[in-house]
Each structure stands twice: as structure tokens, then as C-alpha cells.
């Protein structure tokens, strides 16, 4: 089994956060992923070279079969994790573990207890998230924080990332706030200044590349188009290694990235066969999998920090430790 490669399951689209910048904000979706789905899902998967699962929505912990399908992917065995606002985290931790859940992505957007909540407009969030975070790691539960920063909340990147520091979290992505507009910043100048609190500072220092660019080329890129650093070189190595499945709607992606676009069908892959199970390894996957290797570095425009530096690092040959992606 290929360790790093790595699958990403959407179970869900509910949610019960609502937050401003995303499509799922206090979704009432009814669809549920089955455990017994997840067990032919990812039966190919290990066959595939998969060696981690993640979870995402919606907020997998409102899932109410999310402890079944953690056990499913620990038996495979694979390491798992999944994405959570954290509102439901401390209460299911202790169970998460139990059930073999290996890391907790939770995702926090401020420094600030009130900005944050603002942002995903629920009370008591960023409160919920920490508590979370402190009973994940009680458990020995891994926990990686994603936080998705703009003009908005820039300024108080410094102040979370010794906040992250302090609460032990282990790793930290920090990407590119994505809207349909083009992000303006009033002053260039005053975001590298403050960026660079946080990447040579004493907190925890995220993952990846800047989320404005390490180099001048990528900084005009950002700051002038709006669009964030991706792979360096010419071809995007996140694709040999990495898979989205949207169950709901049977498509395959060949980047976790990718599920956001508005049009699936331009880049994925319907999987689903007529009976409801998926074939993942369709012709027709392999095929958005070699247009996007070959093109994504000079083609897309959505990427995340960490998938940008997975990139670079996976060209150089920079070996990958677990959960690096």
C-alpha cells in the first residue's frame, strides 16, 4: 500500500454552521453516505494505493452514523480524519477515538473568539472548536486547524497562529479566501508585513506556501488576479495522489480542490454505475487525472496553500510525511 495517497469522501452536505463564504452554510441536505457504500468504496481505494481517508461536508460530526464509518476506514486499515466546524467536536471526541479516528481538521478563521463567530455566524463557536481541539488531543487524536484568510481577517493571523501554538495543534493550513469576485486588499504591503509575523514568528507556522505567493511572480499572480499559488513546476503532483468522491452526486475528482467548480461533469468523473455502486478507477477518471497532471499548474485557479507546497515538495522528492496533504 502506497501510505500517502489519499482519498476524500464528501458523506454529507448538511451543516449547521453559516459561515458567509460557503455554498453548505446551514444545509438541511438529507443525503447520507452508507457505511456499507463506504465499505466497497473503499475496498478499491486500498487497491488503488490509498493509505488515508478523509471526511468532509457539510460537518461529517452531524452524520449520525459517523462513528460506524470511521470504523469501516480504520478496519481497511487506513489512517482517518475528517473536516469539522467543531461545534459537536467535544462531546464526540472521546467516541472519535474509540472508533479509530487518527487526525481532526477543525477550522477556525480568526485570533479572536467574536470575529470568528461573526464569520461563521454561530455562537459560542470558536469556544466549541477549542474545547474540541483540547479533548482530541486528550485523546490522542492528531489535529491540523484550516483557517481561510482574506482581507477580512488577515491581521489577526499572528495572534491565532501563538493561539494554535499554545493549544498544541500540530499542523496549520492557511489558504486563500475564494469568492466569485476578485479579492481586493486595500494595502499589499501591510499583508506581507503581517504574513511575515506568522511565517518567521514563534507560533505555529502554517503549511505550504504563503497564501499570497512566496515568490514576486506568485504575489503578482495573487494580488493582481486573484489568484493563489499553485504547483512550481509543470506538471501538479497533488493528482498522482489524491481523490475526491462526492458520492451524492457519483463524481471522482483528481484533487480535493476541484469539487468546488460549478460544472463537476468538466472535471470529474461520474463513477456511479447504474446499481449504485462506483467504479473508481473509470477510464474516464484516469483521463481528468492526466489533464490535470499535465495542466493544473498553469490552469487552475482555486489551489490551497498546502497543495501547492505537497506539489513542489512531491517534484523535488522531498519525502511526505503522514497527513502532509
Known sequence: MEDRKYLFVRVLEACNADCFFCGFALSRDRYRLQPDELAGILAQAAEMGVGHVRFTGGEPLMHREI??????????????????????????AEELAEAGLDQVIVSIDSGFAEQHNEYRNTPNLFEKAFEGIAEARRHRIRVRVNTVVGPHNYQSMP????????????????????????????????????????YEGDGLIPMGKRWFGDTPEERDQYFERGIPPRSSGDVCRVTDDVMYLDPKEGYLFPCSLLPHRSTPVLYGAQVRNDDGSFTLDSPTFRERRLFFRENGANLCTGCSSSAAGYSDRAASGTPQPSWSY
Request: aromatic share 4%; charged share 25%.
Open 159 to 198: 495572534e491565532l497562529a501563538k493561539t494554535l501554538r499554545d493549544a498544541g495543534v500540530e499542523q496549520w493550513e492557511l489558504s486563500a479566501l475564494k469568492l466569485s469576485d476578485q479579492i481586493t486588499y486595500p494595502d499589499r504591503e501591510d499583508v506581507v508585513r503581517v504574513a511575515e509575523a506568522v
Open 67 to 92: 462513528l460506524p464509518l470511521v470504523r469501516v476506514g480504520a478496519a481497511l486499515p487506513a489512517k482517518v480524519s475528517l473536516i469539522t466546524n467543531g461545534l459537536l467536536l467535544p462531546r464526540m
